[in-house]
Nanobody, 125 residues
Framework: VQLQASGGGSVRAGGSLTLSCEVSGGTFRRYAMAWFRQAPGTERECVAAISWSGGRIYYADSVKGRFTISRANLKNTVYLQMNNLKPEDTAVYYC???????????????????WGQGTLVTVSS
């Protein structure tokens, strides 16, 4: 299973970006997917996650109302629409897949067994 993240970049506060993560080599429609981020000197945190069916979605409190996670199973892709970006959203964003075929805890890093390479998001004030 391989994950290819894209869509990062530099924006001003209040701007928007959409991250994409294309999954290959597996059965995407059966995987829970998540976006994590890591800023320098901090732990990697889950910002959004979606179950295989889309029936369960998790958002970190810090991004609720601003970020939207979605998935397109026919395209083997998960998206993260980020609106009203803030300087504190600056981080490397990673997509992750839980391929274990169990009902996992969406926000828990250890539940994900495949990771993308990360894409940098920089928000200036």
């Amino acid at each position: 299973v391989q994950l290819q993240a894209s869509g990062g970049g530099s924006v001003r506060a209040g701007g928007s970006l959409t991250l994409s993560c294309e999954v290959s080599g597996g059965t995407f429609r059966r995987y829970a997917m998540a976006w994590f981020r890591q800023a320098p000197g901090t732990e990697r945190e889950c910002v959004a996650a979606i179950s295989w069916s889309g029936g369960r979605i998790y958002y970190a409190d810090s991004v609720k109302g601003r970020f939207t996670i979605s998935r397109a199973n026919l395209k083997n892709t998960v998206y993260l629409q980020m609106n009203n970006l803030k300087p504190e959203d600056t981080a490397v964003y990673y997509c992750a897949a839980d391929t274990r075929d169990v009902v996992g805890r969406l926000s828990v890093l250890e539940e994900y067994d495949y990771w993308g390479q990360g894409t940098l998001v920089t928000v200036s004030s």
